[in-house]
């Protein structure tokens, strides 16, 4: 199909770590975004990887792709407070637009 | 800097009125974008404009009316507005258009009484 698909809600407590997950849809895809939105706030580029990779570290993020199943993972270490948003993974096809996944809601618990 | 900045950031209109959405951007780059955002939803893309000319309209209703008139700056005409077009309303550019990656205004929240 056309879709990204994401898990719609993940709930964490402070201090463990995060993981996102999002199968996509086209193996020519170059490029792999993540997105992260809080309350009221436009889309703030996390990272990104490129389709030859297979993972990528940025500090507490860690990225790692599975190009045969068409999976793209999002890790954040030692999840904080701040963290708590929606995460948007998106896959760019090469024509200028990007295919979103539904979003998850990553929530944070004291 | 991969800033793109956008005014107003709240704005309020009947559906009678004219307004008009502003973004601007001084990375260089030579392709903007405008999204609509629905409550709890992904962005939508509405237009795109590479080198300050409409590359991808996705059949968007005429009430929205989208011009370049220089490639640091992108407007989003509104006019006869319905209130399901109540949205948050996000640019975004990039240093050109296929694979480049996207960098998102803040976005204006629009209401449409």
């Known amino acids: 199909g056309e879709d990204v698909e994401q898990s719609l809600f993940l709930s964490v407590r402070e201090g463990d770590s995060s993981v996102i997950n999002c199968t996509y849809t086209d193996s020519s895809s170059t490029y792999l975004y993540w997105y992260k939105q809080e309350p009221g706030a436009g889309l703030q580029l996390l990272t990104y990887?490129?389709?030859?990779?297979d993972m990528k570290q940025d500090q507490r993020l860690t990225v790692l792709l599975n190009k045969k199943d068409k999976h793209l993972s999002l890790r954040i270490a030692d999840t904080q407070t701040g963290d708590s948003a929606i995460y948007f993974c998106a896959e760019n096809r090469g024509t200028g637009k990007l295919i979103f996944g539904q979003g998850t809601t990553l929530q944070v618990k004291p | 800097d991969t800033e793109v900045t956008q005014t107003p950031k709240h704005l309020v209109m009947g559906m009678t009125n004219k307004k008009s959405l502003k973004c601007e951007q001084h990375?260089?780059?030579?392709?903007m974008y405008w999204y609509k955002q629905k409550a709890k939803k992904p962005p939508e893309l509405m237009f795109v404009y590479s080198y300050e000319k409409l590359s991808i309209n996705e059949s968007v209703p005429s009430r929205f009316s989208p011009e370049c008139p220089n490639s640091s700056l992108l407007n989003l005409h509104l006019h006869a507005l319905q209130p399901e077009d109540s949205a948050l309303y996000l640019c975004?550019?990039?240093?050109?258009?296929?694979?480049?990656?996207?960098?998102f205004g803040p976005g204006t929240r629009l209401t449409v009484l």
């Open positions: 990887i490129f389709s030859n990779m």
């Open positions: 990375m260089g780059h030579r392709a």
């Open positions: 975004a550019s990039s240093p050109g258009l296929g694979s480049d990656t996207q960098y």
